[in-house]
């Protein structure tokens, strides 16, 4: 089990050292804390200066340039908090001249095609006014007839921009512009210094960033502070003493027992109870450790029940390699991640998920070889690597496929089953994962040969050298056996009443529970039947690389820009099927595991281990 084994610790010391215990506990960083005083722990502690440094952070963490000179310490007279004002003054100063640059753009693109003018005083005007129209230039003979007096400014994609003169808003089929007040000059004047302006402050900004270093150290320095207090406000007192209690890992105990007798506690070190439930810490090799972030993303394991993690990164792969299934597409993905290689090397975790990437892009390369797909098509010196069934891609052969999706699903769901029987091994629930075994199982081996004409009876028969008559019965038999007998230990061990000194009515309600467990046979079906979208997507994903082959193929033949367009067809195209195909993968290889698989072998969750320690360093 990559579960890790528990023990609960519970410490009781005098109240005067409570504070020192806690801050020597949260150095160790091996505890998950447990609440002995009822105080609400899910509301995290928050308050409005810890929030303010880090939008700070946040706000300089996103500046394109950074201040390679990072400081020891603050200039005289600031600090932390200073340091966070003086951010957020300059975002706040740059987010008024952004906005007021947009509005100054704005004004600029209205005034432009009217190009220089002033806008004149009525009283220099008697009262005439400018009214500004842009109208089709087929209209222009309407407005001649309105007898107004108006001057033509310019004609621009058939559109005329005219200027009328009236005291009133001249009686005409179209709506005014409605103009800046000012001239163009000053518009594009005041733009200009805004935008100066606009550059001084994010050269601020990236000056600020000297200070990020030292931020970062404050608020990882106020969040153990407020860790500290929480822990603190977690234990149990009395005038003299104080009790503090954590689940730890077993291999943690000898330092935990030796940081007693240095702080002069006493210790008490206990198994949990069968009424207890402890935390859940998942510890997995490097390998197949980037798959944990995938089963906790949905459900985090019981700690008495057991880690998916192995079959999570195995089927998540094989099931992203069908979705996608394309060599070229695997070998772009393959380039992507030597490129970023370096990156996914700063910690664990990205090591972890690294590792992960690797097996899906293998993976997916290794099935589109298979496939013989690359961009949607086989080159001429690869296709005695492809897998095919009667003369054509297996990928394409609709029943082939289908078969081999649904016997990936009904796989998948009976070793959720066969996980499930070993969990409760002992019980006799533990029987009723074993009919689900053998249900599924022989449903779907049943389904593969229920006629003579079957795709599958006729190419199993033919590779054991049998006819399909011959062959087609004894495994259709074997289905239905298995089946029967399933569905008996479903219907049979459903039930957790007794059956030592069961009364009649004990009997009947057995029989209730018995048919209520087999209304899962619809379910076992219809989760079965999803593990067709790997067939479908893939298919889908093929046959889009092969449409856009063609419509470059044909774009080709256009004279002149012929090339450039099959070339554009070409990388937008299978750009877009690519991005599909991570979607696809992703959101479906995980609905697949999360839901489908899930369903069957975890059944309850659990609440994941939080380790109280440090994070200023």
Partial sequence: MAIVPLQKVTFYGSLSDRDAVVGGLQQLGCLHLVNLSGQDAAKPLEHAERTLVDEAIRYLEACPVQNSNQRNQYSEGLDCLGAANLALSNQKRRDELSDRQDKLGEEIEALTPWGEFRWPDLSETKGVRLWFYVIPERELATLEKSGLPWQLIRI?????????????????????????????????????????????????????????????????????LLSR???AGWTLTDPQLFVLQGWAPKKTIPAIQDFARKKRLALMVQDPQPDELPPTLLKNPSLVAGAEGA?????????????PTWIMFLSFTIFFAMIVSDAAYGAIFLAGLLFGWRYLSGSPESRSLRNLMTAMILATIGYGVLAGSYFGATPAGLEWMQLKVEGQPFVNHKDAMMMLSLGIGAVHLALANVVTAWQQRGSNTSWVAIGWVLGILGGYFWGLFSEETNKATIWLAASWGQSPAAFQPQFKWIGQVAVVVGLSLVFLFSSSRP?????????????????????????????????????????????????????????????????????????????VNIVLGIMGGVVHGLR??????FNWSLTEEGHPFRAFRKKAI
């Avoid at 007040?181 to 000056?207: C, H, I, M």
């Avoid at 889009?544 to 256009?558: E, K, P």
């Avoid at 697949?592 to 698989?597: A, S, Y």
């Fill in 499 to 575: 059956l030592v000194g069961a009364k009649p009515l004990d009997w009947v309600w057995r029989i209730v529970d018995g048919l209520l467990g087999l209304t899962k046979v619809s379910q076992a079906f219809g989760d079965i039947l999803s593990y067709l979208r790997l067939f479908a997507l893939g298919f889908a994903s093929a046959q889009l690389a092969v449409t856009f082959n063609d419509m470059a193929s044909s774009m080709q033949q256009i004279p002149g820009v012929g090339m450039l367009l099959a070339l554009l067809v070409l990388i937008l195209g299978h750009g």
């Fill in 295 to 307: 089963v906790t993303f949905y459900i985090t394991p019981p700690y008495r029940s057991w880690d």
């Fill in 229 to 231: 207090l929480s822990a």
């Fill in 156 to 224: 621009e994609s058939q559109q005329a921009h005219v200027v009328v003169l009236s005291t009133d808003q001249p009686k005409l089929p179209w709506p005014p512009k409605s103009l800046p007040r000012r001239s163009l000059s000053e518009v594009q004047t005041e733009s200009n210094s805004v935008g100066e302006e606009l550059e001084k402050v994010q050269w601020e900004r990236a000056e600020l960033t000297r200070w990020l270093t030292l931020m970062r150290r404050d608020l990882n320095e106020t969040d153990d």
């Fill in 592 to 597: 697949l595991n999360c839901i489908e698989f």
